[in-house]
């Protein structure tokens, strides 16, 4: 299969130049490696500009309410865990209004993708600061720059117990699509933070202020196994900016210790005999 393969009738609405073309290429690139089969691929999203994706990939996809792709890519792994299932959000959407579940999700390890196109940017809303826009960048809801710190996706997924915590850049595709690679492979909670440049409404994290300071993890040796040491590296933020993996570790995803469902998942299992018309009667 090849990855135009997955394209929808639909071409993206992005604006030119916008960090969301490589990361939605790379994420069809990742899937086409990897030889999935698209129909037993979920992608829940989000809203935002990020969340419009839902509309141009081919696999099965879930939209789901602002800050909330999380919950049901939890529940859709547990009703059927044979599915690769993957969220989407913005950093708004993944930091601020769906932080308690992406600190959860992080700490049950359940087995998903987060994707996160972190543009530091509300953008779909035109350019309000987010989470993770950087103190003092003036934006439409702080003309006079923001007062806050930044938050470090990275050091909070590790702190929520994520156990596998990396970055990608969308100015690097290949390196990207190989990260969302190993991402999905990982049985557990896996992060990918990916610096995504607004081309329209992010003035600062540029294309070009990327690029002058990304540099590959991977590539200087660091090996992603050690948690003081990653929690060192989260820091690293400036001058030089690391991508790839800062952690991974190998422990039981949450479905893979859930009794009822650990052997066989929901979808497979013999229901018939179960008389749900109190329930019925009682929630619909
Ligand atoms: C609960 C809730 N709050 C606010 C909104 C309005 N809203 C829609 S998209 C959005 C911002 C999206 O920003 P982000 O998640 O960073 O994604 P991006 O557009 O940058 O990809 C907001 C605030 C909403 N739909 N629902
Ligand atoms: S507003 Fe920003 S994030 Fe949204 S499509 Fe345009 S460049 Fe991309």
Redesign the pocket.
């Given at each position: 299969m090849k990855p135009e393969q997955i394209n929808t009738p639909y071409k993206p609405t992005?604006?030119p130049?916008?960090?969301?073309y490589a990361i939605w290429v790379a994420l069809k690139n990742a899937v086409t490696k990897l030889e999935l089969d698209p129909a037993k691929v979920v992608v829940s999203y989000g809203i935002g500009?990020s969340g419009n994706e839902n509309n141009f990939v081919g696999t099965y996809t879930f939209h789901s309410l602002h800050g909330r792709p999380v919950p049901p890519a939890n529940g859709i792994k547990m009703v059927n865990h044979e599915l690769t299932v993957i969220a989407v959000s913005g950093d708004g959407d993944a930091y601020a209004e769906g932080g308690n579940h992406f600190i959860h999700a992080c700490r049950g390890n359940h087995d998903i993708t987060y994707l996160v196109h972190n543009?530091a940017?509300y953008?779909?809303t035109t350019g309000q600061a987010s989470p993770t826009s950087q103190k003092g960048m003036p934006s439409k809801s702080t003309p006079e720059g923001v007062l806050e710190r930044p938050l470090n996706p990275i050091a909070l997924a590790l702190t929520a117990e994520a156990s596998f915590v990396a970055r990608g850049f969308s100015g690097k595709e290949e390196h990207l699509t190989d990260l969302i690679a190993k991402a999905i492979q990982h049985k557990g909670f896996s992060l990918v933070d990916i610096l995504?440049p607004?081309?329209?409404?992010n003035k600062l994290n540029t294309f070009h202020y990327y690029y002058e300071r990304v540099y590959d993890l991977q590539k200087e040796g660091y090996q992603p196994d050690d948690k003081e040491k990653a929690f060192k590296k989260a820091q690293e933020w400036g001058e030089r900016i690391p991508i790839g993996i800062f952690y991974r570790e190998k422990r039981p995803s949450y479905h893979s210790e859930l009794f009822q469902i650990k052997e066989k998942p929901l979808v497979g299992q013999n229901l018939a005999g179960i008389d749900i018309t109190k329930s019925m009667k009682e929630f619909v």
């Open positions: 992005w604006c130049g916008c960090g969301n500009c543009n940017m953008s779909l995504q607004c081309v329209t409404f």
